[in-house]
Structure formats: structure tokens, C-alpha cells
């Protein structure tokens, strides 16, 4: 079934030459993304994307965020001489021009052109690669600094709404649905004990005091393309977290990612680390 699924959103998409072969591609935990390898046409490899329906409810609104902020990226860094076909995704139109192809499963795939001589970096291996992350993310904020934040649609609902997330654990203790509470009550007195720090930027969000702005709400380092030959960070990916939020929560996720030595699914507690 999921090859025929997958010969028809093959079909959706104009490559502007014959399919050589497809294949799973890349580590991502979410989505099922394969490589395109087309015989002509303007560009020789592809991304082809089947977006998880598990994450994300509503395909449609995720494109729409995808679309509209790297257009407008790719305006700006014209402006600037920079890359266009480099520094920001392109997302290829469907032969009906639609930004994704939605199969009879209810599936959305869409398609990105492959950004070549370039490598995705799985870990943090050395300070240089993580500063390089830093930049990028921190440019992708600079650049979208004047886009209107609240017109992008929340692919997940309160994402880093922490006051939210709080109610929600005390609603999993409270049920304990696991019988796990009593074993993990040490991290839990943890948490609870510092219920009023999860409100913080929440309120400051309310007061003001934080701005509401465009943010990535998944930096990662291999959410960052680097070019193979400079180690430069080239091109932020992976966008379907791009929703209104704070650049603090995108700050917090890089660290915890970055100062971490270990797998993000490590079974392991033992290797999981924080690098100060």
C-alpha cells in the first residue's frame, strides 16, 4: 500500500525529467522523507516528504507557514545578494500548483528541492559547529524580525505554552494511569517545586515585556544544513514548527540539544549528559 501511495505523489510532481529511483533518506524521527533522483531536468535530487499525520493535524496550515515565510526569506536574502537556491528551502508546487499532494489516506506530501554539498550534523562535536548553529538560528530570528508573527498558523497547539504543559503533568500524576508516579517521585517533587518558573515567560509574553515573534521551535543542529566544504551553516530546515512563539524557547531548545552528548531517544540515562 505505501508503495502505491508512494508512485502516486511521485506522479503529483513535475520533476522536469525521469525518476530514477527513490529511496529513504536522512535520521528524522517524524516525518518519512526519501531522496528523488531525477535523470534531467533543472535540479537532479529532491526531498519528497510524507508529513507525519500523528504530529501534525492539519497539513494545510503547516504548508501555508512554510510557504509563505520561505518566500519571504528568499525575498530578503535577494535583497541582500545573497543564495536563494542555498540559504532558504524551496518547496516545489504541485503539477496543479497546490504546496503538497494529499493521497486517498489523507496523507500530505510535499516536495523540496535537495540543497547539494551540503551535510546534516546528527551531534555537536566541537564548540566551532555549535557556534556556527547559534548563527544560523540566530539570523533565521534576524531575518524574520519584521514578519508578522501572530498571522502563522500553531502546528501544534500550545507547543511551548509551559503553564499548559505544567497543568498537564499534574493532571498525568493525579491519574497515574502507569503506576509509575510513586518511582519517579523525587523528579516530580522536583518539578512541582518550582511550579511559578514555569509561568514566567508566559507572563512576561502578557505584560509585554517578551515580544511575540517568528520562531524555528526545534534548534537542533541537524536542523541546520552545512556546506561540506566550509563547515559554514548554510540553511535552517525542517520549518513545520515555524509558528508565532518567543526567541527564548528557541534559545532553551538549542542548548538542550547541543549541550547533550548523547541520542535524543538514548535509553540510557547514564549517557545523558549536560556540557556546561
Not at 508512485?7 to 526519501?34: M, P, W, Y
Not at 493521497?103 to 547539494?116: C, M, N
Not at 546528527?122 to 531575518?143: D, I, R
Request: one cysteine or more; hydrophobic letters at 40%.
Amino acid at each position: 500500500m505505501e508503495n502505491i501511495a508512494l508512485e502516486k505523489a511521485l506522479a503529483a510532481f513535475d520533476f522536469g525529467g525521469q525518476v530514477i529511483s527513490c529511496e529513504r533518506f536522512g535520521g528524522g524521527h517524524i516525518n518519512d522523507t526519501f531522496c528523488v533522483v531525477v535523470d534531467g531536468g533543472e535540479h537532479q535530487r529532491y526531498i519528497l516528504q510524507r508529513i507525519s499525520s500523528a504530529a501534525f493535524k492539519k497539513p494545510h496550515e503547516l504548508m501555508e507557514n512554510v510557504v509563505n515565510v520561505t518566500e519571504y526569506l528568499r525575498e530578503i536574502i535577494a535583497k541582500n545578494g545573497g543564495d536563494t537556491a542555498r540559504e532558504t528551502m524551496t518547496v516545489m508546487r504541485t503539477k496543479d500548483g497546490a504546496t503538497h499532494h494529499c493521497d486517498e489516506s489523507g496523507d500530505a506530501w510535499r516536495v523540496i528541492t535537495f540543497v547539494e554539498n551540503t551535510v546534516c550534523l546528527q551531534s555537536v562535536t566541537c564548540p566551532q559547529e555549535f557556534y556556527a548553529s547559534a548563527k544560523a538560528f540566530g539570523n533565521f530570528q534576524h531575518l524574520l524580525c519584521d514578519y508578522p508573527a501572530d498571522t502563522l498558523h500553531e502546528t501544534i497547539a500550545k507547543f511551548h505554552d509551559t503553564e499548559n504543559r505544567f497543568a498537564l503533568l499534574k493532571e498525568a500524576v493525579e491519574a497515574d494511569v502507569m503506576g509509575r508516579a510513586e518511582s519517579a517521585k523525587a523528579e516530580i517533587e522536583f518539578a512541582f517545586a518550582r511550579e511559578k518558573d514555569c509561568g514566567v515567560c508566559m507572563q512576561a509574553l502578557r505584560d509585554g515585556i517578551l515580544p511575540l515573534r517568528v520562531t524555528h521551535n526545534d534548534t537542533k543542529l541537524n536542523n541546520i544544513l552545512f556546506d561540506k566544504d566550509t563547515n559554514d551553516a548554510v540553511c535552517v530546515i525542517d520549518l513545520d514548527t515555524v509558528m508565532p512563539g518567543l526567541s527564548i524557547n528557541d534559545f532553551g531548545g538549542s542548548i538542550r540539544f547541543g549541550a547533550n552528548h548523547s541520542d535524543e531517544d538514548e535509553p540510557d540515562l547514564s549517557k545523558v549528559n549536560f556540557d556546561i
